[in-house]
């Protein structure tokens, strides 16, 4: 066997997708009022203003065991704070499949993937830098991307799941 299609055979289990998540901010003006969504975006890499408004956010929750699909975040980093001041983030994007992951700040760098079953199914790095302000019609929707997410899921897969 040549030495490429080794290092090509090695290297192929290496392979991952990824997600960016982003803390985000829905806003509807409705009736001489607004209302305010906070929740998490996921994109497979920096989105256009097509794709911010393709893609609804997933709310932020405090609970989101069970059934129950969303976001929790907790520490002083989560809304407005850096992201390396997240303690927990939780995710809970389907039940079917069940993609529902939490990493932790105090579990080391980069923050591994814990499914429900214990396992990892990844990581993330902190990945801040890139930002999304977008109005459209009586909508505005905003987002800080705080982490990128190397696992085997992409945001497509994840989005395409039942909520």
Known sequence: ??????LLASLTGLATANFDLY?????????????????????????SINDVFAYGPYLSKDDVSGRTTGVRCAGSGCYGGAATDINVLEM?????PLYHWTIYKDRGHPYKMYGLDGR???ECILFPGVN??????????????KFRCLTQFTAAQIRAADR
């Open 1 to 6: 066997m040549r030495l490429s299609t080794l």
């Open 23 to 47: 803390l985000g901010h829905q806003v509807f003006g409705v009736d001489g009022g607004a209302h305010l969504f906070d929740g998490w975006y996921i994109f497979d890499n920096d989105p």
């Open 92 to 96: 809970h994007f389907s039940n079917n």
């Open 120 to 122: 990892t199914y990844g």
């Open 132 to 145: 999304f302000h977008h109005l459209r019609f009586a909508e505005t929707r905003s987002g800080v991307r």
